[in-house]
């Protein structure tokens, strides 16, 4: 997870520094908002560790590593589809609708990392038999 965090705050870091130096002061200021920074900040994590456990659980049940990571994508699509909907306002957000995401994130990865530890087999993965 980590790595990919680092990745995406370099990466988000970069684009806030190209807006505020080759960007219009007008543009930039619509841009860089303290509310974006916040929910990139919080939000990252949360859906990093979401996509993980998820891949997690589908590779603990394939037996094709290609069909894992297909699967895994594909698991990933509602997220990528709301954060979309939301980058676009289609769906416009709150503070209260903030919170009540995050919490919901945060509770769907603590239930997702107890299945996830709890399906994986070390031994399953080593020797290669179900």
Excluded: H
Excluded at 96 to 111: K, M, Q, T, W, Y
């Amino acid at each position: 997870m980590l790595p990919s965090l680092a990745v995406a705050y370099v990466v988000y870091g970069l684009f806030l520094a190209c807006v505020e130096f080759f960007a219009a002061p007008a543009v930039a200021s619509a841009l860089i908002r303290p509310s974006d920074l916040l929910a990139q900040l919080c939000f990252t994590p949360l859906l990093a560790g979401l996509s993980i456990w998820i891949a997690i659980l589908i590779s603990t049940r394939s037996n094709d590593i290609r069909v894992a990571q297909q699967f895994s994508s594909l698991a990933s699509l509602p997220s990528i589809a709301v954060t979309t909907l939301v980058g676009f306002s289609i769906i416009k957000v709150s503070l209260v609708a903030g919170l009540v995401a995050a919490a919901a994130l945060l509770l769907l990865n603590r239930i997702g990392w107890r299945f996830a530890s709890a399906m994986f087999d070390r031994e399953q993965l080593i020797v290669g038999t179900r």
